[in-house]
């Protein structure tokens, strides 16, 4: 079948460190992307991984490793405004569309 | 504004009604696309428009119709929806292609609008 993890919920504190992690398990993969979400907005694209490795945009570093089907989301220098909702997603199903993930609620305390 | 419009932004309707949630893109886009998202679920993939051409169908009841007039429009039409059909609609536009160098299709970033909140009673 074709289905993404992700954990719930993270907390962290401003200026910390965070990574939410993301297990896939797909037929057909091509790469992961990165969507946030803040409360009752859009979801905006973060990053896209279609090789193996590190990405870095700014404060936000995405990774993905296809042997272990398994990628991360880390944000450094956390803060509040980071708070939201962070998916996973890849290209997947019939016609090579994104599939999400359940999502990742993040909050960022003082 | 993301660049792609919804409208409206939330709407309440009986199990009877007839609506429809409109989206508009501006970004010169060749693919359209609703989503649902429920609470506690995944997005789920609804309709997939490539070119004003359905490419895809997930299942979705009949009591959703969607059109795609022209690449820029999007529609849902809405008829004798259950109370389980509440959640927020969200429409994305996307230009399909191949990352250069590369033969697999690739994404390049899926924009979306800021969604229809629905509440059938």
């Known amino acids: 079948g074709q289905s993404l993890e992700q954990p719930s919920e993270v907390t962290a504190v401003e200026g910390a460190i965070v990574q939410i992690n993301c297990t896939y398990q797909?037929?057909?993969?091509?790469?992961l992307s990165w969507y946030q979400q803040h409360d009752g907005g859009a979801p905006t694209f973060l990053s896209y991984?279609?090789?193996?490795g590190l990405e870095e945009t700014g404060r936000f570093s995405s990774f993905l490793s296809r042997s272990d089907s398994y990628g991360y989301l880390l944000l450094q220098e956390l803060q509040m405004k980071d708070s939201a909702s962070y998916f996973c997603?890849?290209?997947?199903?019939?016609?090579?569309?994104?599939?999400f993930g359940t999502g990742t609620l993040l909050a960022v305390q003082p | 504004e993301t660049g792609v419009t919804q409208t409206p932004r939330h709407l309440v309707m009986g199990m009877t009604n007839k609506k429809s949630l409109k989206c508009e893109q501006h970004l010169g886009h060749n693919a359209m696309y609703w989503y649902k998202q429920s609470a506690k679920k995944p997005l789920e993939l609804m309709f997939v428009y490539s070119l004003e051409e359905r490419v895809e169908n997930n299942s979705v009841p009949s009591r959703f119709s969607p059109e795609c007039p022209n690449s820029s429009h999007l529609f849902l039409h809405l008829h004798t929806l259950q109370p389980e059909d509440s959640a927020l609609y969200l429409c994305a536009s996307s230009q399909e292609g191949l990352r250069q160098g590369a033969n697999f299709p690739a994404d390049y970033g899926y924009t979306f609008g800021s969604g229809t909140r629905l509440t059938v009673v």
């Open positions: 797909t037929s057909g993969f091509y790469g």
């Open positions: 991984n279609g090789l193996d």
């Open positions: 997603a890849y290209v997947g199903g019939a016609t090579n569309k994104l599939i």
